[in-house]
C-alpha cells in the first residue's frame, strides 16, 4: 500500500496538469475526465496527505465547472481536514463548503473538526471554519457550535470578529434557540466603530429585518444613530434597507428617519445609494409627499439616462409607485411609452406594465387599440406579453373596466389573428365567459365567431384552434342571435376543419347539430316560410333586447335574414352537406369525434324522410309524416333550448345528498362483478364497424381505403366552399391541385396601414392616456352575471401572517425582555415547558403591574395589530418597559409626549383583548 | 443576500461557481444552463439585470467573461454591479492584469479571493487592499507548507519511511 502511495505523490498530476490536459486532450473531455476521475479515485484512498488533498482539488474542480457528483469523496475530505497543515485544510473546507448538504451522512463527523478550527489560534483558521459553517450548518451544527461562535463575536481580530457576525445570520436560521446567547453580543457589535464590523452587522441584521421587521423596532435608535454618521456607502444602503421595513410599522420612526433619508437622496453621488434612496421613499414612505416629490425628481433623471440600467431601474421605480400615485406615471408617460419600443426587452417588459398600470375604464379602448396595433409589429416573445397584458388586465375582477362589451368581444377576434397569437387558451376562456355572464353582448359574440369560423385561413394556425373551439361553440349555443345559420353550417362543416385536433372537431360536430337542429326548428315548428321575425318573437328564451336586436337584423340587413333563406328546399341541401362532410368522420379514430358524427347522422337520417316528402307535392301526406319529424324537431330543440348559466365552483357542495345515499360506502363488491368485462382499448374503439371490418382483412387497407375515400370527398367539397367563399381564397389558376397552404391568416406585410416608429405610437397614446372626462357612453354597461364568492377574487390584501416562528419569537424574547435568557444552548430540548413554568410564576406580578402597562405611551393600535405574542411574554416586555421607560428619563429631560395618549388609553382599557401584543418602547421620541 | 456567483465563458463554458444558498447537483446544472441561454443571447447595449424565476440576476461582461450574481427581488442591483466590479479589481490586482487563462489556471485561488470578499451571501471586506493583504498571507500560509513537503529531504524521509 505504502509503494503505490510514494509513487503517487511522485507522479500524480496536480490540477494545473488536469487543467492543461483538459484544455489540450485529444480522446474527447467526456474520455480525459471519466480517466482523470478513475486517477483520483485511486489517488484519494492514498495515506499520504498531500496527494489526498491534491485529488481532492482536482475533484473540486471537476466537480464545479464539470458538474461530476463527488458525494463520495464526503469522508475523504473530512480526512483531508484532520491534516495540521493549512493547505491542506483549505482544500478540504473548500471541497466540503462545495458539496456537502443536510443529508450528506459524514455531516455528524465535521462538528469536533469546526471547533477545533473554531477555537485554533491562526485566525485564517477560524476564518475557513467560519466561512464553512455559514454554508453547511444544520440544526445541529449550529446547536453544537453556538458557544464558540459566541466567543467569536468578541474577538479581538477584527477579521475574526466580523466574519463570526456574518456567520451567525445562518446559525440564527437554523437554530433560533441560538438567539439568546448570541443576540445580545451582536446588538453590541452595532456600536462599534470599525467600518468593516459595523457593515457585516447591518448586513445581518438587513437580512432578519426582511422575515419579520416588527421584532427590531426597537434597535431603531442604533440604525438611526448609524443611517446619520455613516461615509460608508455599503452601510448606508444596507441601513436604508432595513427602515424601507420598520418605517411602515411606526409612523413616528418614519416622520423621524424621512428627513435624513431625503438629505441623503440630496447630496450622495453614487447611484446605486441614491436608488436605495428613492426606493426606500417610494416603497414605505409614500405618504410624505414633499419625499415622494424629490424621488420622483430623481426618478426622471434615471428615466433619461444613457445607461440602460438607469433606465430599467427608474421604470422599476415608477412601477412601484404606481400603486400609491398614478400621476408619476402619466407625468412620465411619454419616457414610459417610448421604452415600448427600447431594443432592451426587459426595459420594454417594464414599461408594458407601467402601460397597464395606467389602464382605467376610460381609456381601456385606446391603449388597447395602441397596444394590439404595437404587438402586430413585435416579436413574437413581445407580442405575446402585450396581448397576455392586456387579457388579464381587461379580465380583472370580472371585467371590471369594460362598458363596451361588443367593442371588447371585437378586440378579442382582432387579437386572435394577430400571426403571432399564442394566447389561444385566454381567449378562450373569455369568449365562453363573457358569452355566459354578458347576455346583451351575445349577438356581437356571434358576429365575432362567425368571421372567425368562416376564414378558411385561420384553421392553418394550430395556436388559434382553442380560439376556434370557443368560436364554434358559441355558434352553436347562441345561434338565434345568428343572420344566417345557413352560413355558420357551412363554416363548420368546411373541409378544412380536419386540420383541427380532435377534441375540437368534436366541438364543431356538436355546434353544427345545434345548429341544424335550430335551423329545422324555424322552418318546420315555426310553420315553415312565415316564421321570421314573429317566430322569434314567440322564442321563449329570448329577452327584450335581443328580440329588439334579431328584429334590427332581420331588416337592416335583408340579404339573409333568420327565416327568409330557410326554405324546404335549403334545408334539404344543408342535409346533404351534413351527410357529405360527416360520413368520413363515422370511420374516424377519435371516439369522441366518431361518436358525435354518428349522433348527427343518425338525427338526419331521422328526419331526412319526412323533409324530403315535405318539400314534396303531396301536402296532405307530407302533413302526417310530418308530424313525427316536427315532434323529434322539437324535442331535440328543446333539449339544446335550455340556456347554459356560469356555475360556481363550489356549486357542487351546496346539492344536498339526498336521504338513503351513502356515499362513502365502499365500491369494493363491484369489482368481483366488473372484473370479468375487459375494458376495450381505445384503438378498438376507433373501428367500430362490423360491416366494413368483413371485407377488408387487415388494419393498413382500411387506413388506406378510408384516407382515399375521405380526400375524394374533401376535394369536392373543398371545391364548393372555394367557390361559394372565393373572397377567402387566393386567386390562383391551380385550383385543381388543392394544397394545404393557405397564406397565413394576417400577414404583417399585408397590413399597410401599420404605424412604424414609437413616434407614431408616442402621438396616438398622446391623448388616450390623459385622464379625460367620462365620455358620454351611448349605451349603459351591460349585466355582468357575477357569482358570490368564486368572483370575489382572494383580496389583494393579504393578511399579514403572524409569523411567531421560533426565529422572530427569541428575538423579541431578547429584545422585549433580556431578564430571562438562559444562556445554555442545552435549553432548548425543554423550551415550552420552560416557558410555561416562568408564565405561571409572573402571572400574580402581571395582575399587579396592569396599571404600569396602560400608562405607557404607545398607540393601542399596535396592540391590536400583532396576535402572534402569547400572554408569557407580556410580563418580560413589560419588565423591558420599566426599565427602558428609567433608562429615558435619565438620558432624555423632556419626555412628556407619552402623556400625550393617556387619557386615550383610558378609554380604551377595558376593550382590551387578553391575546395582548408586544409594547415596543418609545426610544425615538 | 447573494444566492449565487457563476462566471460563464462568452462560449457558455463555466468558470467559476459559488452557491450561497442550498441548491442541488441537478438543479445546479439546470439553474447555468437556463441562466446561460438567457444571458448570453442579451446584446451588448442593453441593461445589465435579467429577472429569473423572482429573483434577479446582475450580470456584467468583462472581456470575455460573464460575471453573474443572483440576488433578492429587493436587493440594490447597482450594489451588486459595484461588487462584481470590485471582485474584478480585486483579481486584476492579484494576478496583474487579469485575463480568462489566469482563472482557468488558478481556478482554486479565483475561489478563495471570492471567499474574502464575500461570507455567507453577503459582501465582507470592502477595501481592496485588505484583501490583498490577507490573501497574500494565506498564500505565503500555503508556500512554506509546500516547500516542505516538496524538498528533497522530505521526499527521501518518506522513502525511507517504506
Redesign the interface.
Known amino acids: 500500500m505504502?509503494?503505490p502511495s510514494?509513487m503517487d505523490?511522485?507522479f500524480q498530476r496536480t490540477?494545473?496538469d488536469l487543467?492543461?490536459g483538459l484544455?489540450q486532450q485529444l480522446i474527447g473531455e467526456q474520455a480525459f475526465i471519466s480517466k482523470a476521475l478513475e486517477e483520483i479515485r485511486k489517488e484519494i484512498k492514498s495515506t499520504?496527505l498531500?496527494t489526498k488533498s491534491t485529488a481532492l482539488?482536482k475533484l473540486?474542480?471537476l466537480?464545479?465547472?464539470h458538474?461530476h457528483?463527488m458525494s463520495f469523496a464526503a469522508f475523504h475530505a473530512l480526512e483531508v481536514l484532520s491534516s495540521p497543515?493549512?493547505?491542506?485544510k483549505?482544500?478540504a473546507y473548500?471541497a466540503i463548503s462545495l458539496s456537502f448538504?443536510?443529508s450528506t451522512p459524514v455531516l455528524l463527523l465535521i462538528t469536533n473538526h469546526l471547533r477545533k478550527d473554531l477555537t485554533s489560534t491562526n485566525e485564517?483558521e477560524v476564518s475557513l471554519s467560519?466561512?464553512c459553517l455559514?454554508?453547511i450548518a444544520n440544526v445541529d451544527l449550529a446547536r453544537d457550535l453556538t458557544p464558540e461562535v459566541f466567543t467569536l463575536l468578541s474577538s479581538n481580530k477584527l477579521?475574526v470578529r466580523?466574519?463570526a457576525v456574518?456567520?451567525v445570520?445562518?446559525v440564527f436560521e437554523k437554530y433560533p434557540d441560538s438567539v439568546r446567547v448570541c443576540f445580545k453580543r451582536l446588538v453590541e457589535n452595532l456600536e462599534n466603530y470599525d467600518?468593516?464590523i459595523l457593515?457585516?452587522v447591518v448586513?445581518?441584521f438587513s437580512?432578519l429585518a426582511?422575515k419579520d421587521p416588527r421584532s427590531y423596532l426597537p434597535l431603531a435608535p442604533e440604525f438611526y444613530k448609524i443611517l446619520v454618521d455613516s461615509k460608508?456607502n455599503?452601510i448606508s444602503?444596507k441601513v436604508l434597507?432595513i427602515f424601507?421595513k420598520l418605517a411602515p410599522l411606526e409612523p413616528r420612526l418614519a416622520n423621524r428617519v424621512v428627513e435624513p433619508i431625503c438629505d441623503l437622496m440630496r447630496k450622495t453621488g453614487a447611484?446605486?445609494l441614491l436608488?436605495?434612496c428613492v426606493?426606500t421613499v417610494v416603497t414605505s414612505f409614500s405618504e410624505y409627499e414633499s419625499a415622494v416629490r424629490l424621488a420622483v425628481e430623481k426618478i426622471r433623471e434615471f428615466l433619461v439616462d444613457e445607461d440602460?440600467?438607469l433606465?430599467?431601474?427608474g421604470l422599476h421605480a415608477l412601477s412601484i409607485v404606481a400603486s400609491k400615485h398614478l400621476w408619476v406615471v402619466s407625468e412620465n408617460k411619454e419616457v414610459v411609452i417610448k421604452s415600448l419600443s427600447d431594443?432592451?426587452?426587459?426595459?420594454k417588459i417594464e414599461s408594458l406594465r407601467l402601460v397597464m398600470a395606467m389602464v382605467s375604464e376610460h381609456n381601456v379602448a385606446e391603449i388597447s387599440k395602441v397596444l394590439v396595433n404595437y404587438a402586430l409589429k413585435s416579436d413574437p416573445l413581445f407580442c405575446n406579453e402585450i396581448l397576455g397584458s392586456i387579457l388579464s388586465t381587461c379580465s380583472r375582477n370580472v371585467y371590471e373596466i369594460i362598458v363596451d362589451f361588443d367593442w371588447y368581444v371585437s378586440l378579442l377576434g382582432e387579437m386572435s389573428r394577430i400571426p403571432h397569437c399564442q394566447m389561444g387558451e385566454e381567449i378562450e376562456n373569455q369568449f365562453i365567459d363573457i358569452g355566459l355572464r354578458v347576455k346583451d353582448v351575445r349577438p356581437e359574440l356571434v358576429r365575432v365567431a362567425r368571421d372567425l369560423l368562416i376564414d378558411p385561413a385561420l384553421l392553418g394556425n394550430s395556436f388559434l384552434h382553442r380560439v376556434l373551439s370557443a368560436a364554434a361553440w358559441v355558434s352553436g349555443e347562441y345561434v338565434e342571435f345568428s343572420r344566417n345559420p345557413l352560413e355558420f353550417m357551412e363554416a363548420l362543416l368546411q373541409p378544412r376543419t380536419s386540420l383541427l385536433p380532435p377534441s375540437i372537431m368534436a366541438i364543431y360536430i356538436q355546434s353544427a347539430f345545434k345548429v341544424l337542429v335550430f335551423c329545422l326548428h324555424t322552418c318546420f315548428v315555426r310553420g315553415g316560410s312565415t316564421a321570421g321575425v314573429s317566430a322569434s318573437a314567440s322564442y321563449e328564451s329570448f329577452d327584450d333586447l335581443s328580440v329588439e336586436n334579431g328584429a334590427d337584423s332581420t331588416v337592416a340587413h335583408g340579404q339573409t335574414c333568420t327565416s327568409a333563406p330557410i326554405t324546404n328546399e335549403s334545408i334539404v341541401n344543408l342535409l346533404k352537406l351534413v351527410e357529405l362532410a360527416l360520413s368520413p368522420l363515422l370511420g374516424s379514430h377519435d371516439v369522441e369525434v366518431q361518436e358525435r358524427a354518428r349522433n348527427l347522422l343518425g338525427f338526419v337520417d331521422l328526419i331526412k324522410l319526412e323533409a324530403l316528402n315535405s318539400s314534396g307535392q303531396e301536402e296532405n301526406d307530407s302533413e302526417r309524416k310530418g308530424v313525427e319529424a316536427t315532434k323529434i324537431i322539437r324535442l331535440v330543440h328543446d333539449a339544446f333550448s335550455k340556456e347554459l348559466g356560469p356555475v360556481s365552483l363550489t356549486a357542487q357542495g351546496k346539492v344536498p345528498v339526498p336521504d338513503g345515499l351513502t356515499l362513502n360506502e365502499n365500491l369494493g363488491d363491484l369489482e368481483t362483478i366488473c372484473g370479468d368485462i375487459e375494458l376495450p382499448s381505445s384503438n378498438t374503439f376507433s373501428f367500430g364497424y362490423p360491416s366494413e371490418e368483413k371485407d377488408v382483412s387487415s388494419f393498413s387497407n382500411l387506413q388506406i381505403k378510408e384516407d382515399s375515400g375521405q380526400s375524394n370527398e374533401s376535394t369536392s367539397l373543398l371545391a364548393e366552399h372555394r367557390k361559394r367563399h372565393g373572397l377567402y381564397y387566393l386567386p390562383s389558376g391551380k385550383s385543381e391541385v388543392i394544397s394545404n397552404d393557405y397564406p397565413p391568416a394576417n400577414d404583417p406585410a399585408l397590413q399597410g396601414d401599420n404605424n412604424d416608429n414609437a413616434s407614431d405610437l408616442v402621438k396616438l397614446t398622446a391623448e388616450s392616456l390623459v385622464p379625460k372626462r367620462k365620455p358620454n357612453h351611448s349605451k349603459p354597461r351591460p349585466v355582468v352575471v357575477k357569482l358570490d364568492e368564486v368572483d370575489e377574487k382572494p383580496v389583494a390584501v393579504k393578511q399579514l401572517e403572524s409569523r411567531d416562528d421560533s426565529l422572530s419569537g427569541a428575538v423579541r424574547d431578547i429584545l422585549f425582555g433580556s431578564e430571562d435568557i438562559l444562556p445554555t444552548s442545552s435549553r432548548s430540548n425543554l423550551p415550552n415547558s420552560n416557558r410555561k413554568g416562568k408564565k405561571k410564576q409572573h402571572m400574580i406580578t402581571q395582575v399587579e403591574s396592569k396599571e404600569n402597562v396602560v400608562d405607557d405611551g404607545n398607540s393601542s393600535s399596535r396592540r391590536r395589530k400583532d396576535h402572534s405574542h402569547g400572554k408569557e411574554r407580556r410580563h418580560r416586555k413589560k419588565n423591558a418597559e420599566e426599565r427602558n421607560e428609567t433608562d429615558r428619563k435619565e438620558k432624555e429631560s423632556s419626555s412628556n409626549h407619552p402623556r400625550r395618549h393617556k387619557s386615550r388609553q383610558r378609554a380604551e382599557e377595558p376593550l382590551k383583548v387578553p391575546p395582548q401584543t408586544s409594547v415596543i418602547p418609545d426610544f425615538l421620541l | 443576500m447573494i444566492h449565487f456567483v457563476l462566471l460563464i465563458s462568452r462560449q457558455g463554458k463555466v468558470r467559476l461557481t459559488k452557491w450561497y444558498s442550498a441548491y442541488s447537483q441537478k438543479e445546479r446544472t439546470k439553474v447555468i444552463r437556463e441562466l446561460s441561454g438567457l444571458i448570453l443571447t442579451r446584446g451588448p447595449k442593453l441593461c445589465n439585470f435579467v429577472e429569473w424565476r423572482g429573483l434577479r440576476v446582475v450580470y456584467k461582461r468583462y472581456a470575455s467573461l460573464y460575471f453573474c450574481m443572483c440576488i433578492d427581488e429587493d436587493d440594490n442591483e447597482l450594489e451588486i454591479l459595484e461588487i462584481i466590479h470590485h471582485y474584478v479589481e480585486v483579481l486584476d490586482r492579484y494576478f496583474g492584469s487579469v485575463c480568462e487563462l489566469d482563472l482557468i489556471y488558478n481556478f482554486h485561488k479565483a475561489y478563495f479571493i471570492l471567499d474574502e470578499l464575500l461570507i455567507a451571501g453577503e459582501l465582507q471586506e470592502p477595501s481592496k487592499r485588505t484583501v490583498a493583504r490577507l490573501v497574500a498571507a494565506q498564500d505565503s500560509l500555503v508556500e512554506t507548507a509546500k516547500e516542505q513537503t516538496s524538498s528533497i529531504t522530505n521526499i527521501i524521509a518518506q522513502a525511507a519511511n517504506v
Not at chain 1, 85 to 88: C, L
Open positions: 505504502s509503494g510514494l505523490s511522485l490540477l494545473e487543467i492543461k484544455r499520504d498531500s482539488l473540486c474542480y466537480s464545479n465547472l458538474f457528483d497543515r493549512f493547505s491542506h483549505k482544500i473548500h448538504h443536510d485564517f467560519l466561512q455559514s454554508r477579521y466580523k466574519r456574518a456567520v445570520l445562518r467600518p468593516q457593515s457585516a448586513g445581518v437580512e426582511c460608508s455599503w444602503i434597507k424601507a447611484k446605486s436608488f436605495e426606493r440602460p440600467n433606465k430599467y431601474l431594443p432592451d426587452p426587459n426595459i
